[in-house]
């Protein structure tokens, strides 16, 4: 193998050229935009990982996320291999392609161009067992790579297959980046197969080369082709930033970043910046978004959100204050980006006024009696008394002394004024809180609503204190044996509340209480996917035909196998289902309490 | 405005007002403030239309003021004004007339609950007996000194000598009536022309030529309030409601204010000068105050008397605009001479 | 203090002529709901934030309408935004909505 | 012989107890003592809740009655019960001989101009709700163009111990809240208020004409009795109110105002209930025999009520009333013709 | 009394307040509002001036120096007070009927005596004794006390 072109360099190269020297300066303007953002805090931290074992983890994650794509395959394999295959095939081609200069024209090893187009500037002088391995490598994930762009194609007209409902319209940006693509890898194959006589190939170039011989070997078609395959890669390279495909590259530097413990503080910049270019348009949001039952908010869901974002235009607020917070987006994103704290500091930062709001706090004093147990009701379980009555009988029945520190009118959690945006004036809130939960000496604080648990759990600072949900608290009472269910006949689903099943992560305790209680059955859709019960404090302008309509469409995946009882854990889920649900529904304490032996 | 609208409503409130035999009870405010209305007003009654109106010297105050400022209980104030008809039921008298608004709502509101509370009049009587020996007889009618005027007000106009009209212009001076709030709006039925459109002062002031203007503030308080005024902590609020009427009023540029109620003429007189001081506004059309008259004097302007004479130069608002206009000679020297 | 010793002490009579009620129709136009309330009272009953504190969402509303926009927002000065005035509404407005959007107006100046 | 029925009144009440007695097989006569049928309903143009058209209403109630003789202009002068019949002098000298006679003599409205700080036909701006009814039927009777601020002031002669009327007349805040959705509807920028002091949308499909209203038409209602009315400079009108929710007092300029006159007894029934020795309450309603069970009997043999007569009633409660009175009338005479 | 002309169901809102103030002085809670104590100096100068002379207000009681608003017009009159009625035809503490004539010592004892019979004297004194406590409570002297709610207002009555 040697050389063909003497200076190594011809005119068609330089569309390409201009292209990555362009998408290299806008990655490294934009990185170096992203990191200066940060705080010196935030910058240590990414400098402790960097050069910590971690990093090893981030490496696997990168390869994970951005070339094999796990995530989405767990999704849907076929929606799985279409990103594996185009990833991790063009990634290979470089890779191998840089490996080939190395090997055969190592003095062209810092021509930024070389390898890509490696075929046109060589000639194969002999056979030789090492070239045919590498150009068989090469033909092998070309091949992969079309494959991934005809499924690509497909998808595009019928996303089904993907098994995605809905998706994103595409802009003009994205059309050129997403046309170009299509054609860079048949382009690239028409022009090792034209070459592949002059500079050799494997089975896939060479096999192609003879069938189009009449007109491959002809000279003057060589240069076309070659100009073309550098001008879509040119041109693909230039609409990058300007298209949903821009997060191939900021991927990889976002999870850089979250592994090493950034987590977005602006609504706009720094980690925020990056997540929001992180955003492939993909729409699996869309479909995820309970809000979206009802076709208009659909439009509304976090995609759009994200894209508005971008743009930097002012209608990202409808979108910011109509989410419903429920956090199924983020589970279901398979970049994980948490639009749902971007849209809380969005909310944050409308509140420009910090001040002490809540003078009347220092006013009160709940004075509440000394007891090992201490439970809080909260604002939402004060409507629904019915929960915090079988609690107490379930309390008195296992023998536990416990004291009602909300008795006459509680101090909100502090969430919902969080949620609104307000976290300044919420943190009096926590702070009046913490204070009283302290002094009651209490060791253990039972909470009957995840809003407030999710809270007490990660903004409430407790030295000594166990935070507990009642699901958590009387799933421990029945294993200590304190209490006992008779089994009845009736057959239950449970609805995971947002804030405590996604939101804190208990699944199971809920399920075990059933199961003891009676017969369990599935929804179609729960733990990490359970469906919003539309009345969630997250969202602020939805009204009651839209909230009506998401509780509608929870209830239908939780009657999927038609239980004679919907039983949930939260006093806001169960006021919204039960205005609605035909069925008889219950929060899990009554359950126990009416079952007790 | 459908002027024949209020025609209608003034029909339905006809008054009952006697000619003669009247038993006059002076004003403690008129007397302190507009000394001169009430000489005015008996020298027109008794010497010029020779009406039989009789004063005793032993007449007190009805001791209004001091009951509507809570100074002293219902009965006090019932056994004064039983006094008061004791001395008018000697005098061998039987129509009441009284120089004051705020005395007149007294006499109504007492007349009236005696009439609703027997017990509380004989009760009354023996308090009265016991303090003074003197026994009392309920007026046969209790009228205010300005029905009088309004009743004769045609009588003035014949002796007048001067009308409400512009003199240049010819038109008719655009006149502001404030009614005493004591005067109707507790009884309607006991003031000309009810509650809402009294006609008393409108009725003088079309006889002798004006103009009324109806402007929405009309039935406002003058914003005497007796404690609100007496304490000079809560001044703010009797000073406030002036203030809205004459807000009211301005655009409709009145030429001149003419009222019953002795206390009126001196909170719409003197506020205007506080104003002034306050706030640095005036009314009026050459916005150099609107002057206010009691009917007295207005009566005695018509008649020709001299100005000085109708204790006009005791106004802070000066009045000497509206003479021109009106064309009445004075000389301005002896205003202030004693 | 002037010499008098008293000053005029101003009218507490809203005139509706002059009233600029432009932060209430803009709150309307965010939360068109609150144009249905009928001044029941649930709201203000049910408020977490109403045991400790004089706030009421239902006079804020007159007070806004009536252009009076500072006592409005100082009514809801201590709302916790815990949401139970929208879940008790009769008409089913969303009061928590209409206070938020407030707040953030008030903070633009 | 077929027995003839003297029904007094020709408003809704009498038009469909003639129709029903009619089919019930009796001669119904209606005395009318205005020139044309149809009462106040004549008078109007829509009608609450839904606006259906006060027209098509009456054209369904006289069609079916048009050849039931009718005397217009004519009242009852004297009835002297004769037997089991009546002897009825007729104004202009006309007599009829029936053997019941049904009183649905209907209401008045509250003549506004008594009230007088409302200054109904003192300042121009100032009209009743059927002023404004026969304005919106026919454009005639007052004018009204372009008012870009229109006040109604709900319980004008009711509930109202001054002028002697303390009950509720149960129909004016229907129908305020169905004109100012008119008068939007209208003149659409222009900014209406209704000052109320309890708002009673007490029938079905009545709080969703409310609701419309105030989300649709955005009219402002204000919870405050209107204290008085005057006239500024410029001629427009204006009201003093106290918002007593906000307990602050207000004031405001309007171009016009509407006033719902309430509903009083009938002017000329203290007349009518002499001559049949009905018993009269003290605010001149016909007091029935037995206000739950009874409504349609006089106490009197042979004499019924229907209507508007005994009391505030909307059009429906009407119509079914003189039902029942027909029916009434017809148990009545048919036991009667057996004894 | 506007109020009274148009309560739609014929109370009077003016009388019941009136019947409040008194009840207030009767229980004495007047003495624990910034209106209330200003009772004081009303008794002190409307009854002083009936008892004193007879009228509920006297000439030479209403100092200009107490209404500065009376304006110069006002300070004109109480500098030459004789004069002023002289020429307006006033009969200032004369005898016999007239204007601000002199009431005749007989008449003033039957209003003491009305006032002693009916209770308002005993009214009086409860004010007094009352207020005198406060104001020792408060450490003023009379004069001071009586200055203070003369003049005092807190303005927060129109919000």
Redesign the interface.
Known sequence: MRERIVFAFDPFVIPFTLGMVFIILYLSVGGFKIIAKLSAEEKMKLLKHTFSFAIFKTLWDIIADCLLHIKIFKRNIRLGYMHASIAFGWFMLIFIGHIEVMLYTPQRMGVLYYPVFFRYFVMKTHETLRGDFFFFLMDLFLLIVLSGVGIAIYKRFRSAIVGMKRTTKLRTGDKIALYSLWLIFPLRLFAESFTAGISGGSFLTISINRVFNTFATNESLIQPVWWAYSLTLGAFLFALPFSRYMHIPTEIFLIWMRNSGIRATSSRDGYAESEIYSCSSCGICIDACPMAVKSENSKLTSVYYLRLMRRRLPESMNHA?KCLMCGRCVEMCPVEIDSCKLKVLK?EE????KRL?????S??HTNVNKSDVLYYAG??T??TPVIYNSLFKILQKSGILFSFMDK?????C?R??M????TYSAKE?IEKNRQTIINSGAKTLLLSCPICYKVFKEEYDLPGIEVVHHTEYINRLLNEGKIALNKSGKSFVFHDPCDLGRGSGIFEQPREILMKAGELRFASEERGKSHCCG?S?GS?????EERNGITKAALATLFENNPDELVTACPLCY?SFKNINGKPTADIAQIVAEQMV | MIVEGKKKIWSEYQKDIPDDHYFYVRSCIRQNFFPASEKVFLDIVRDRLGLDFFETPHHTTCGGIAYHSDSIPQETLMTIVARQFALMTEAGYENYVCSCITSFGIYNEIINTWFHYPELEAKIRELLWEASKREFKIPKSVVHASDVIYKLRNKILENGKYRLVNKNTGEPLRVVEHIGCHYSKMFPSKGVGGAEYPYVLTGMAEAWGGTVIDYPERRHCCGFGFRQYLV??????S??NT??KFESMAPFKPDMIITNCPGCPYFLDRWQY??E???GKTYGADSKGIPVFTYEEVAGLVLGYDPWDLGLQMHQTAVEPLLDKIGITYNKEDKYKI | M????????????????VSDNSLFRQI?A????I??C??CGSCVA?C??G???KISF??AL??L??G?DT?AVALL??C?????CT??CP??I?T??AI?LI??K???G | MTDRVLIIGGGPAGLEAANQLNLLGYKPVIVEKDDTLGGHLAKWDRLFPEGESAETVLYKLIKPVEHTPVYLNTIVEQADKEGNHFRVKLSGGKEEIVSAILVCAGFSLFPAEKKEEYGYGIYNGVITSSDLEKWFKTGKGVNINNPSKVGFVHCVGSRDEKICNRQCSKVCCVTAVKQACEIKEKFPDSEV?CFYMD?RMFGRKYEDLY?KA??KY?V?FI?GRVSEVSEDFTGKVVI?AE?T??S??????LDLLVLMTGMISNSSIEELSGILSLNRAEDGFIEPADTITKMYDSGKEGIFLAGAVTGPKTIPETLSEARASALAIHNYLSNKAIQ | MSCITRCPRKNGPGLIIQALRNLSQELGYFIDSEKGRQQLVLNRALCGNILNYGYCVYPRTFHYSDH??NGPVGKLIEDNLEAVHKRVGSNLDGEGPGILRKIPQSDLDELKRIFDVTGATERMEKIETISKKRAKELGLSDEEYCRQIF?I?S?E???
């Open positions: 204050d909310r409308e509140i420009s006024e709001r809540m003078a009347y706090l006013e009160v604002c939402m004060h409507l006459d009118g509680s101090i909100c502090g919902p004024l949620l609104s945006g307000d809130l009345g404090l602020l302008s939805l009204d009651k006021k | 000079q902590a809560n001044r703010g609020y000073l406030s203030h809205k506080v104003i001081e306050l706030e | 002037n010499r008098f010793g008293y000053r005029l002490s101003p009218s507490s009579q809203i005139d509706l002529d309307l965010g939360e068109p709901g144009s249905t009928i001044s049910s977490s934030a045991v400790f504190d239902r006079k007159h007070l309408e009536a009076m006592e000065e201590g916790m935004m815990c949401g139970k879940l008790v008409r089913g969303n928590r909505h938020v707040k953030r008030l903070n633009k | 208020f708002l609701l105030q989300n955005r402002r919870r003093k918002d929710l906000s602050k007092p207000l004031k405001v300029s | 500065p608003e003049t207002n303005e009555h129109y919000i």
